[in-house]
T-cell receptor
Framework: GQQVQQSPASLVLQEGENAELQCNFS?????MQWFYQRPEGSLVSLFY???GTKQSGRLTSTTVIKERRSSLHISSSQITDSGTYLC???????????FGLGTTLQVQP | ETAVFQTPNYHVTQVGNEVSFNCKQT?????MYWYKQDSKKLLKIMFS???????VNETVPRRFSPQSSDKAHLNLRIKSVEPEDSAVYLC??????????FGPGTRLTVL
């Protein structure tokens, strides 16, 4: 089964609303990253967050290692936030990232 | 600001042809990766190199072969492409096992 589960699969918001994206891991993890995938496919790293809470502008990431979960909070959403958000984990001694299937966010005016 | 560069952006080819994709990073990282994103949008690791040494080699067909000339470059060659090789190939780099930075991707279409 999928080691990284993301929810919801898709989300539609009105501009200005907040969003909470979830990522759950089936195995213990060493670190995790949140990415934004642009419509043309390129990946932008939003957070490298092994544990705890990090904030960057309107985005906040919280990772709770012992509960095997991470969340991405988007406050006051904007139309330009539309796109796909991916989370990925690194486990054990490996350097590879294991990705979830993503959350597709659409922010409407 | 792009620091992981990939060429070409797009490539269309026929079944059975050979293709090569290039990746270069200017971040001074010691580890580079190739990921494949299929039609279902799932990203999966294919290979990883650390200082020109292969450290991750997932179960991929033998027609795929990575090539690293130095720690800033990691290329991917596919001999005799198949229709299921149509995908986006993403290159990434990191310093050791820390944050990974991705290139813009190469979209391959096999006719």
């Amino acid at each position: 089964g999928q080691q990284v589960q993301q929810s919801p699969a898709s989300l539609v918001l009105q501009e200005g609303e907040n969003a909470e994206l979830q990522c759950n891991f089936s195995t213990s993890l060493n670190s995790m990253q949140w990415f934004y995938q642009r419509p043309e496919g390129s990946l932008v790293s939003l957070f490298y967050n092994p544990s705890g809470t990090k904030q960057s502008g309107r985005l906040t990431s919280t990772t709770v290692i012992k509960e095997r979960r991470s969340s991405l909070h988007i406050s006051s959403s904007q139309i330009t936030d539309s796109g796909t958000y991916l989370c990925a984990m690194r486990t054990g001694n490996t350097r590879k990232l294991i990705f979830g299937l993503g959350t597709t966010l659409q922010v409407q005016p | 600001e792009t620091a992981v560069f990939q060429t070409p952006n797009y490539h269309v080819t026929q079944v059975g042809n050979e293709v090569s994709f290039n990746c270069k990073q200017t971040l001074g990282h010691d580890t580079m990766y190739w990921y494949k994103q299929d039609s279902k949008k799932l990203l999966k690791i294919m290979f990883s190199y650390n200082n020109k040494q292969l450290i991750v080699n997932e179960t991929v067909p033998r027609r795929f072969s990575p090539q690293s000339s130095d720690k800033a470059h990691l290329n991917l060659r596919i001999k005799s492409v198949e229709p299921e090789d149509s995908a986006v190939y993403l290159c990434a780099s990191s310093k050791s096992s820390y944050e990974q930075y991705f290139g813009p991707g190469t979209r391959l279409t096999v006719l």
